[in-house]
Each structure stands twice: as structure tokens, then as C-alpha cells.
């Protein structure tokens, strides 16, 4: 495999592989502007490492050493941020996912159960995860209390997560 | 069934539960956060199901569709009342799957994208895609084969009205066409090309790795698995042999075009190959746009720099500054031309302070010989003779971000004169030889170099400057602690400056 395909091959499964990257940092930092920032460096360094085909291979046991290393370089760095879990909680967790099976892909069944979602319950977590939505925004908009948003957020999401659970259950046992 | 009535999840308390969604949602307070923190050590249960619900939120990040409109104008009383319906939670949400596709079109988005900015070398995962609907295209050319590039930065950009919606950061764009009224606006092309246009400009998105300049400006940084961009003028083709350059295009179609790195081809539109001229690093070509007659000229890297006028302690930029927002910079002279210059909010500022000057007292100095240094209030002994004919350049760091945490910029510059000296304690830049000081700077009660504060040590920084052996390049890592302003309100940081040698023959001003 030539450089260029290698580069190609790399991009290709690094895309693929963003959500669930992102949902193991955010796992370990649960800040959604250091996450991403994390998520970035995570790919820098992962792109200078990344020239064989064996580190493509093994990208996600890479990515997430990578991942949990620029999270306690963050946690370094921002020692006073109050949200965030503590050196011992972020190493259990990483603990925890190295030892937990790989997942099923989830993703094509949480898009189906969206597409299930009643509309103005769709409409909800569309505006909580479109660019700049928060639950803060929402509960201005709204007139009502972070508390309720996230209520209703915590509803639906139970919701998808049954959902996701029966649709892969059922494409299992088809 | 309805989640109001859930008391437990997961084998967990469903107030519990709860609490990690507060978390997801950022709206979590300082006391329930230590309660967490303390639950999680010991419950291995809850640690489970906060990754279950950080995979969740990470799906959803990428796979909610956002909407295009904010909650605004007349259907925001609708839009609310649904909202309001949800909260109330009086609907059933479905516990289990059910056939159909409502609002399919929404869904109609491209694949996530990773988009690996080679060219800094910076690495930018966008957010989640957009709809076709939301993506961009002025005066849409053709649907194609879907978005081409992708707009990865936006500073103070005007658009020009009547031309659809402005594009947001992160937004896809289509083929079509962009007119950027003012301010710059990056975009990250398919290709992994980086093209930074600035305003006013008028571009046309052609393809994923070529874009048409009907006027303006623009820069294309271009990495190597991108080689090939191309860029059109009204009459001739740019192609990029790896490299970086820069376009310019004016009212009367005349084309200039500088090469900062690398190589490029210009020839012109739809002629052989033969008649194509390579430029390397360093040269330019201005090119007639009605004879379409080429002259030589040398590449002129202030005329694509975004740079800065307020905040700074540049009262004018006049020569103009130059901002280096990353990795590495290319100083040489600038042109006489001073052109508008955007606000300032990050990067490395780089002002020409005085040019070809004879100096008639030598220079003490803080770094003369290659190598590193990070004390900077001892010079040491004379380095630049009096008689020698020298360019001064202060180098300022002070991030304009509303951020109070640290910042830090790491890189090189490279200096197209031969680096004499570097001259960094507070009084050698502040007050040091008047021949070297330009008008234009603010200079006194700035904030110098801080080696080995407590928060650089604490963040794993020191300011530092490293003069290569070639002597035209110099290494830098600086931080600053939060962002002040002195009582002229200027923008105080780190600033030293640096002095080159000019050719002798160069007239002196």
C-alpha cells in the first residue's frame, strides 16, 4: 500500500471512528469545549503517528492511549476547572473501557430511532445538539428552568437508548 | 411508556441517573459534581453508565440534525409550544421501534468528516455535518458531487448582501460562489488544501481541490496530498507544485501571484503547458489583465497577511504588521502599500520597526549566536557594530481572546535577512537605541518575557527563543498568563525584537 493510500485508508477510518472517540474523551472529561479541544490534539498526534499500516489497525487501542494522555495533560493544565472528574475516577474509567468489549455501532440504529422520535420530542434534541444549542439556551428560550430541559432531555434518552437496545437485540436474532 | 415513572435505570437510583444527564448537559453544580466524583470510585455500575451516556451524547453530537433556524421570528411561538409539549413529557415516547421515516429529508446529510489540516499542521474535527439544506452556495453552480470544502475559520467576515446566508463555522460549502465583503474567513478544502480568503473577495468554489478568483485576495497552503489546488484568475490558471501562495486578483483583472514555499505553475487559461512559468519560493509575477503581459517581481508575503491594527500598541500599522496565527511565519519586507488591516485576536504580531537603518552605536544584545536562551534581562556585550546596516522587527505575543487561562504559542519564524540579534530584555526593546523604534508602537509599560514564572513552569512552558544555525530562522515558545492592558490600552504580552542584517548597497533611510 502506497503512502497516499495509506494517508486515504487513515482518513477514512479516523472519520469513522470520530463519535466514538469523542464519546470515550467526553467519557473521561465530561466538558463539552475541553472534549472537543481534546479531540483535536488526539488527532493531531494520532496523524503524526499513524504512518503503518499496523497503527491504522490498531487505532483505537492507539486512539485511545492517545485520547486519555491529552486528557491529563488537560486536567494538568486546568487544575481549578470544576467540571471535571477526578485523576481517580479518569483512570477507572479508562480501566473500565480498555476492559469492556468492543461495541456494537450503534449509530445507524440511534438514526433510525430519531427518525421515530415524535416530532416536537425530535425537535427538542435537535435544538439541544445544533451548533451553539445548549440546555442553558434552550431554558431561555423556553422561560423555563435547566432543570426541566434536562429532565426531558434525560427522558428521551432513555427513550433512544431503549430503542437502540431493541433495534440491535432484533437485527441480532434476524 | 413514560420515563417519569422510571425509579431505576440500570440497576441504578433514577435520581442518580438523572444527575448524570445534568452532567451531560453542563448544567451540573459544584456540589453535585464532587458527589459524583466521590460516587464513581466506588460504584462501578454508575461508572458504566455515565460511558453508556457519554457514548450517547457523543452519537447524538453527530447524528441529531440540527436545525436550521434559531428560535426566533414567527415560527418560534410553534417551535416552542412543541418544545414545551416535550418537556411536559404528556406524549408517549416510543420503548420500541416503529416503522416509517418522518421528515426523511432532514437526514440527508454527508458523511462525519475528520478533516486533517495538514498544511499548519493543525488537526480540526468539524462538528457534526450539516443537511444539504444548510450548506452554503452563493449562486450555486452545480449540486456536483456535494460539498467541496469546509469553512474552518471566520474572523470579523461581512458577506456581501443579497447573497444568501452568511456560512457558519464549520459550515459545508457547496460548489458556487463566495463574496466576502470584509474580514477573512479560512476554508479547508476537500482536497485538505487550506485557503484563506480575504475580503473583499469574490471566489467560486469549483471543485475539491480548485477554486476560481474573480477578485480579492487569498492564500492556499498546500499539503502534499492536496498537490495539484488550483486556483483560476479571469486569465490564468495558479497549479501548485507543493507549496504556499498567495493570489491576487484586482478590479481590472491584473493577476499577481507570490510564492512563499514550494513552487507553482502560472499559465494562462487554456494554454499549453509550454507556455506555463514556474515561480519558486521568494519570486512573484504580476501578470496585465488586458495584455496579459508577466513581469518578474520578488513574492511579497505582507500582501496576504492578516494583520492588526487595534489593541496591539500598534497605533497604526504603517509599514503594515504582519500576524503569524500558527506554526510558522515568513518575515520579509513589506511593501510600501498600506493596506486595511482586520482586528487582531490571536498569533504572533511581527512590526517592521525600521528598516536598513546604519547604525552609529553598536547594539547589546540578549541572543547573537545561534543556540537558546531563556533569560532575557541579562545582554550580553555588543553584537551588532555601529556601521552595520541593519532591519528591526518587534515581535509581539498577546492573544486578544476573552480568556483569562494561559496561552501559548509554539513555532518558528523565518527572516528573509541574515538574524543578527535578538534583543529581548525590557529595557533594550522598550527604550533601547531610538534608531530602531518605530513611532507607530506603543512601547512603554509592556510586559516582557517571563522565564521560569510559576505559571510557566506550572504549564509546562518557559519562555524560550532558539536561533538556528542558519540564522534565519527563530524557534519560539511563549506564553502568557491572561490578558491585560497597559494604560494606553494597548494589549500587553511577551515582545522582543529581532535584527537583520541588509545588503550594504541598500539605500538608508
Redesign the interface.
Known amino acids: 500500500m502506497s503512502k497516499q493510500d495509506r494517508q486515504d485508508n487513515f482518513v477514512r477510518v479516523l472519520t469513522d471512528r470520530q463519535p466514538a472517540l469523542y464519546g470515550y474523551i467526553f467519557s473521561l472529561l465530561p466538558n463539552r469545549d475541553a472534549a472537543w479541544d481534546v479531540l483535536q490534539e488526539t488527532n493531531l498526534s494520532l496523524w503524526k503517528k499513524c504512518d503503518g499500516e499496523e497503527e491504522i489497525h490498531n487505532l483505537d487501542a492507539l486512539a485511545h492511549e492517545v485520547a486519555r494522555y491529552e486528557v491529563m495533560t488537560w486536567l494538568t493544565k486546568n487544575r481549578r476547572d470544576k467540571l471535571r472528574f477526578s485523576d481517580e475516577v479518569v483512570r477507572l474509567m479508562a480501566e473500565d473501557a480498555a476492559a469492556r468489549p468492543a461495541r456494537a455501532d450503534k449509530r445507524a440504529a440511534l438514526r433510525e430511532c430519531l427518525r421515530d422520535l415524535p416530532e416536537h420530542t425530535r425537535e427538542l434534541v435537535q435544538r439541544r445538539y445544533a451548533p451553539g444549542g445548549s440546555v442553558q439556551t434552550l431554558a431561555d428560550a423556553l422561560g423555563r428552568s435547566t432543570a426541566a430541559v434536562s429532565q426531558a432531555l434525560y427522558r428521551v434518552r432513555n427513550a433512544l437508548k431503549r430503542c437502540i437496545e431493541h433495534r440491535l437485540t432484533r437485527e441480532g436474532a434476524a | 411508556m413514560?420515563?417519569?415513572n422510571?425509579h431505576h435505570?440500570d440497576g441504578l437510583d433514577a435520581e442518580l441517573?438523572?444527575l448524570v444527564?445534568?452532567?451531560?448537559?453542563?448544567?451540573?453544580g459544584?456540589a453535585e459534581?464532587a458527589r459524583l466524583?466521590a460516587l464513581?470510585?466506588e460504584n462501578?455500575t454508575l461508572?458504566?453508565y455515565?460511558?453508556?451516556?457519554?457514548?450517547?451524547?457523543?452519537?447524538?453530537?453527530?447524528?441529531?440534525?440540527?436545525?436550521a433556524q434559531p428560535?426566533t421570528g414567527d415560527e418560534a411561538s410553534a417551535?416552542?409550544g412543541?418544545?414545551?409539549?416535550?418537556?411536559a413529557?404528556s406524549?408517549?415516547?416510543?420503548?420500541?421501534?416503529?416503522g416509517?421515516?418522518?421528515?426523511?429529508s432532514l437526514?440527508r446529510y454527508a458523511?462525519?468528516?475528520?478533516l486533517?489540516i495538514?498544511a499548519g499542521?493543525?488537526?480540526?474535527?468539524l462538528?457534526?455535518p450539516r443537511t444539504t439544506d444548510e450548506r452554503v452556495a452563493v449562486e450555486k453552480v452545480d449540486d456536483g458531487d456535494g460539498a467541496v470544502a469546509t469553512l474552518t475559520h471566520v474572523k470579523e467576515a461581512e458577506w456581501e448582501p443579497g447573497t444568501g446566508d452568511a456560512p457558519?463555522?464549520?459550515a459545508s460549502l457547496d460548489r458556487g460562489r463566495l463574496r466576502l465583503r470584509a474580514g477573512s474567513v479560512e476554508m479547508l478544502m476537500r482536497s485538505t488544501a487550506m485557503v484563506t480568503v480575504l475580503g473583499p473577495a469574490d471566489v467560486e468554489m469549483v471543485g475539491p481541490n480548485r477554486c476560481r478568483l474573480r477578485s480579492g485576495r487569498m492564500m492556499a497552503t498546500v499539503p502534499q496530498?492536496a498537490h495539484g489546488f488550483t486556483v483560476e484568475t479571469p486569465t490564468h490558471t495558479v497549479v501548485d507544485l507543493g507549496t504556499r501562495f498567495g493570489v491576487e486578483v484586482s478590479g481590472s483583472r491584473d493577476t499577481h501571484v507570490s510564492v512563499f514555499e514550494g513552487r507553482v505553475e502560472v499559465r494562462p487559461l487554456g494554454a499549453a503547458e509550454s507556455s506555463a512559468v514556474t515561480l519558486r519560493a521568494g519570486e512573484a509575477v504580476e501578470i496585465d489583465g488586458t495584455s496579459g503581459g508577466r513581469s518578474s517581481a520578488a513574492a511579497e508575503p505582507f500582501r496576504f497577511v492578516v494583520a492588526a491594527r487595534s489593541g496591539l500598541g500598534v497605533d497604526h500599522a504603517d509599514p503594515p504588521a504582519l500576524l503569524i496565527d500558527g506554526v510558522a511565519g515568513h518575515v520579509a519586507e513589506p511593501p510600501d502599500a498600506v493596506r486595511p488591516l482586520p482586528r487582531y485576536d490571536g498569533g504572533l504580531v511581527v512590526v517592521l520597526e525600521s528598516q536598513d537603518v546604519a547604525l552609529s552605536d553598536p547594539i547589546p544584545a540578549t541572543l547573537s549566536e545561534p543556540g537558546s536562551v531563556s533569560q532575557f534581562e541579562q545582554t550580553h556585550g555588543v553584537l551588532v557594530d555601529a556601521g552595520v546596516k541593519v532591519s528591526s522587527y518587534l515581535v509581539r505575543f498577546a492573544p486578544q481572546s476573552n480568556s483569562d487561562?494561559?496561552q501559548r504559542i509554539q513555532g518558528e519564524l523565518r527572516f528573509d535577512g541574515e538574524i543578527v540579534a535578538v534583543v529581548a530584555a525590557t529595557d533594550a526593546v522598550n527604550r533601547g537605541t531610538a534608531k530602531l523604534r518605530s513611532p507607530h508602537v506603543v512601547y512603554a509599560d509592556t510586559l516582557q518575557l517571563e522565564p521560569d514564572t510559576d505559571v510557566a513552569v506550572r504549564?509546562?512552558s518557559n519562555d524560550r527563543l532558539t536561533l538556528d544555525a542558519d540564522r534565519h530562522t527563530l524557534r519560539v515558545d511563549l506564553g502568557v498568563s491572561r490578558r491585560r492592558f497597559n494604560k494606553d490600552k494597548a494589549l500587553i504580552g511577551d515582545n522582543f525584537r529581532v535584527i537583520t542584517r541588509s545588503s550594504p548597497d541598500a539605500p538608508s533611510r
Open positions: 413514560n420515563d417519569r422510571d435505570v441517573c438523572a444527564d445534568r452532567l451531560i448537559d453542563q448544567a451540573i459544584d459534581m466524583n464513581m470510585v462501578a461508572r458504566a455515565v460511558a453508556e451516556r457519554a457514548e450517547l451524547h457523543a452519537m447524538l453530537t453527530w447524528d441529531a440534525v440540527p436545525v428560535l417551535v416552542v412543541r418544545i414545551e409539549q416535550a418537556i413529557g406524549d408517549e415516547l416510543p420503548s420500541r421501534a416503529r416509517g421515516r418522518a421528515h426523511s437526514f458523511a462525519a468528516a475528520v486533517l495538514v499542521i493543525a488537526v480540526v474535527a462538528r457534526a457558519d463555522l464549520g496530498r487561562a494561559y504549564e509546562g
